[in-house]
């Protein structure tokens, strides 16, 4: 279960209060002025100014009146002295994020995109939360509506491609470099003159690291840059982008399952050797390798089922 807790001043609070009145509930407990509790989010107000959301909607109903404080486990950067702007969720930021990483069938995929202040409701009324909290078809349906309503850009790198970039010696950790950094780019290009107050991406290395994949770039999006974990419930912008990296992950997996008239699964478990296998048996390396990531573990225990198979 998930804890937001935001410290509000007065006016905020009766904001607060106004909005959850018709589902207030009593709770006689010390030190609570205000309870109420939605379908997915229980609402503490406590005499202290502080509010406390809990349950699956948490993060989203908090996001509605002020920026996340506490809980900071998840919402504080690793890196110090990246501290953010007390009311960062509700700044113009490009956010960007990946998928496709830890499965070992298609692509790697990684979408940036730009939601500036006076969009930020409107993200969320196209159904923008964590979306570690969305099904893989709401994902399908709110997609088209953001590419619609944002500045973005999503990149896709398809299995051939992947596997010559790793094949020349690049970790996956500096190809997710690469793409966010080149996702990012296309996006400030497309913003022209207009500069948004933060760019966050979704932090997969330290900033270190992260700067050193990209030395030898030539430009590199470092002006404002924020690296955080869980980032996609500190800015909308985030969420948004790994929507739309995960739809478009979605896409090639069904392009890839439609080319060998199986659901490819994703992954990197045993469905994921089990399915490999029978795709050598069927089509042999050649075309496996134009489907997965030709790196993992996964290649090797296919192999092994294959030899057990043919025994
Ligand atoms: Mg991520």
């Given at each position: ?10 006016m905020e609070i009766e904001k607060v209060i106004a909005a959850y009145a018709n589902v207030k509930v009593t709770r006689n407990a010390p030190g609570v002025r205000f309870a ?249 390396e050649s075309k496996l390798k134009t489907m997965t990531k030709w790196h993992f573990a996964n290649l090797e225990k296919a192999r092994k089922l294959v030899a057990k198979k043919?025994?």
């Amino acid at each position: 279960m998930s804890n937001q807790v935001l410290k509000l001043n007065k006016m905020e609070i009766e904001k607060v209060i106004a909005a959850y009145a018709n589902v207030k509930v009593t709770r006689n407990a010390p030190g609570v002025r205000f309870a109420a509790k939605t379908s997915d989010t229980a609402i503490t107000v406590y005499n202290s100014g502080k509010v406390l959301f809990q349950g699956a909607g948490a993060s989203r109903e908090a996001g509605r009146f002020g920026t996340i404080e506490a809980n900071k486990k998840t919402t504080k950067p690793k890196t110090p002295g990246e501290q953010l702007p007390k009311n960062f969720a509700t700044l113009s930021v490009v956010g960007s994020d990946e998928t496709g990483t830890g499965d070992f069938f298609g692509p790697v995929t990684v979408a940036a995109c730009y939601v500036p202040a006076d969009k930020i409701e409107l993200v969320r009324e196209l159904g923008v939360k964590d979306s570690k909290q969305l099904t893989d078809d709401l994902m399908r349906k709110i997609a088209p509506d953001l590419e619609t309503a944002l500045v973005h850009s999503i990149l896709t790198v398809s299995n051939p491609k992947y596997n010559e970039i790793q094949q020349q010696g690049n970790s996956q950790g500096k190809i997710k470099a690469l793409l966010h950094n080149q996702a990012l780019k296309h996006v400030l290009q497309k913003m022209g003159d207009v500069k948004p107050d933060h760019i966050l991406i979704d932090q997969f290395a330290q900033r270190n690291t992260y700067y050193n994949y990209l030395k030898n770039e030539p430009e590199i999006v470092r002006e404002n840059v924020v690296l955080s974990t869980k980032a996609e419930g500190i800015h909308l912008s985030v969420a948004a982008a790994s929507i739309l990296a995960r739809v478009a992950f979605l896409n090639e997996m069904d392009r890839l399952s439609a080319d060998v008239g199986m659901i490819l699964p994703k992954g990197a478990g045993p469905k994921v050797d089990e399915m490999a296998a029978k795709i050598l048996l069927r089509y042999g390396e050649s075309k496996l390798k134009t489907m997965t990531k030709w790196h993992f573990a996964n290649l090797e225990k296919a192999r092994k089922l294959v030899a057990k198979k043919r025994r």
